[in-house]
């Protein structure tokens, strides 16, 4: 089966660092897009960044200059390394993997993450991880 499993969540403070990690099994990394979306209590569940299998990465306006993702293929493992971290930040940290481009349907408006956490299309051709709290104090 395939699987992702997320790791490396907790709490920091602002200004801080923490770096996720993202074991996955039974996917293919090349051929797959592989993701962090997060979701805070009370907020839509967004994308923060991709690693998508053509090499190129996306990441949230709200991250950029931030956080930066990168894979281990040798390891099968995707990360995020969350600098500067914000309050604002503070959400549960779900690891995504898909097939090329399973973030963005060309029948919606915008060139990046289009697709809602809860649309069919996301729900049938992802993999989801449990998620990892990250919780940013001031």
């Known amino acids: 089966d395939a699987q992702v499993q997320e790791s490396g969540g907790g709490s920091a403070q602002a200004g801080g660092s923490l770096r996720l990690s993202c074991r996955t099994s039974g996917i293919p990394f090349d051929g797959s897009d592989m993701a962090w979306y997060r979701q805070a209590p009370g907020s839509e569940c967004g994308a923060v960044s991709i690693f998508a299998s053509d090499g190129s990465t996306y990441y949230a306006d709200s991250v950029k200059g931030r956080f930066t993702i990168s894979q281990d293929k040798a390891n099968n493992t995707v990360y995020l390394q969350m600098n500067a971290l914000k309050t604002e930040d503070t959400a549960k940290y779900y690891c995504?993997?898909?097939?090329?481009?399973?973030?963005?349907?060309?029948?919606?408006?915008?060139?990046?993450?289009?697709?809602?956490?809860?649309?069919?299309?996301?729900?049938?051709?992802?993999?989801w991880g449990q998620g990892t709290q990250v919780t940013v104090s001031s």
């Open positions: 995504v993997a898909g097939g090329p481009r399973f973030w963005h349907l060309d029948s919606r408006p915008g060139t990046g993450p289009n697709v809602p956490c809860n649309h069919p299309t996301m729900i049938k051709f992802t993999v």
